[in-house]
């Protein structure tokens, strides 16, 4: 898996993160993508731009569940092992299915986070997927 590490200095005071990370890497807010915690009979992860929120209603139907609801942040934070704002689809204390939004097929590389506030990670689509072993279908609203 090709991968490029994309530090930023992370403004405290400022908790759209998402946002936070495509301005100060310059990139387009459309690369950027954001990782949601999402619960139904099993935990997910949702992976959307940063520009949008998940739907949860599409986002079941994907995965075959009949209802999903987003977790807490701190639910979030203890089945991840990340804080929120950080929260990568790589690497988390427990192994989560993955949703990603279809939107990542517009584009040969992506933003995620890296595990902290202040660390993205530019990866190509196809190795996301792969590494993921994740789904991907229309999950926004």
Same mark, same amino acid.
């Given at each position: 898996?090709?991968? @490029?590490?994309?530090? =930023? ?5 400022? @908790?759209? =993160?998402?946002? @936070? ?9 459309? %690369?950027?993508f954001?990782?949601? %915690? %999402? ?25 075959? @569940? ?7 942040p701190?639910?979030?934070e203890?089945?991840?092992? =990340?804080?929120? +704002?950080? !929260? ?8 989560? +299915?993955?949703? $990603? ?9 992506? =933003? %995620?986070?890296g ?5 993205d !990670? ?6 996301? $997927?792969r !590494? ?6 229309? !999950?926004?609203?």
């Amino acid at each position: 898996m090709a991968f @490029e590490l994309a530090p =930023y200095t992370h403004d405290p005071t400022n @908790e759209s =993160y998402g946002l @936070e990370a495509a301005d100060a890497l310059g990139a387009d807010p459309s %690369v950027v993508f954001k990782t949601l %915690v %999402v619960t139904g009979d099993k935990m997910y992860l949702a992976i959307v731009p940063v520009t949008h929120r998940v739907s949860l209603k599409l986002a079941a139907a994907a995965i075959g @569940e009949r209802r999903l609801s987003m977790c807490t942040p701190a639910e979030a934070e203890r089945v991840t092992g =990340y804080v929120v +704002g950080g !929260i990568s689809p790589f690497g988390g204390r427990r192994r989560l +299915g993955v949703i $990603i939004d279809a939107a990542v097929r517009d584009h040969v590389t992506v =933003y %995620v986070s890296g595990g902290r506030r202040g660390l993205d !990670i530019c990866v190509a689509v196809d190795d996301l $997927i792969r !590494i993921c072993a994740a789904t991907v279908a229309d !999950i926004v609203a």
